[in-house]
């Protein structure tokens, strides 16, 4: 089975800051992809990122970047420069070839101050 | 850019009535699926559908679900029976292919069951 840890229910950053929002995850398939999702307070799921399980480099996405770390099977979400838009849930979530739907955590409130 | 349209995006219900959820995937996606979202929750997944037939679904997705591409563009969820743990979320998704490709998400119907 599958699991998704997200530990920061809420974290707060100065605005141009950076930010890093942690995610760890377990597995014991060898393939699998991890994504990051954004929520704002109107509801929707926008994709961020993605990085492929055997993707050697980090995935970088403008301002979103995934800090991957295999061994420790961490995919921690950097966002540069915050801003005020940036203001939303944060889920990290992930698939299988054993299965294709996503897991998500339990998402990050980041909240973005002027 | 190709989106995912669900429709409606607010549905009130009489608890006990049946309730029809609607979405149109990204024309060339070939897998759907239904994900909730209890208000302050994660992210669930309840059923994933490919070439016209149910490929997993979770533990949630029980008798009182059901899911049908009724022709070649909507993806419906039906809910017979609604209770008042149903209000939620319901999030339509589509994707290309298979677990390393990028899942669109819909807009989201927010389902209040009173």
């Known amino acids: 089975a599958q699991k998704i840890t997200q530990t920061q229910p809420g974290m707060f950053v100065q605005e141009k800051e950076a930010v890093t929002l942690d995610c760890t995850y377990d597995?014991?398939?060898?393939?699998?992809?991890l994504f990051w999702y954004k929520q704002p307070s109107s509801g929707e799921m926008i994709f961020l990122i993605y990085?492929?399980?055997?993707?050697?480099q980090n995935a970088t996405e403008g301002r979103y970047s995934l800090n991957f770390q295999k061994a420790r099977k961490s995919a921690n979400l950097v966002i540069s420069a915050s801003q005020l838009g940036d203001s939303a849930m944060y889920f990290c979530a992930m698939s299988s070839n054993a299965g294709n739907m996503l897991t998500f955590g339990g998402g990050t409130r980041l909240m973005v101050k002027p | 850019e190709p989106e995912v349209t669900q429709t409606p995006s607010h549905q009130v219900t009489q608890m006990g009535q049946e309730v029809i959820l609607r979405c149109v995937p990204i024309?060339?996606?070939?897998?759907f699926y239904w994900y909730r979202q209890i208000l302050g929750q994660k992210v669930e997944f309840l059923v994933s559908f490919y070439n016209n037939e149910i490929s997993e679904k979770s533990e949630i997705f029980d008798d009182q679900f059901s899911v049908e591409r009724p022709d070649g563009s909507n993806f419906t969820l039906k809910i017979r029976s609604t209770k008042l743990e149903d209000s939620a979320m319901y999030f339509c998704a589509s994707s290309e292919a298979s677990f390393n490709y990028g899942y669109t998400f819909g807009s989201g119907t927010r389902l209040t069951v009173v």
């Open positions: 024309s060339n996606h070939l897998y």
């Open positions: 990085q492929g399980s055997y993707d050697e």
């Open positions: 597995t014991s398939d060898q393939s699998y992809g």
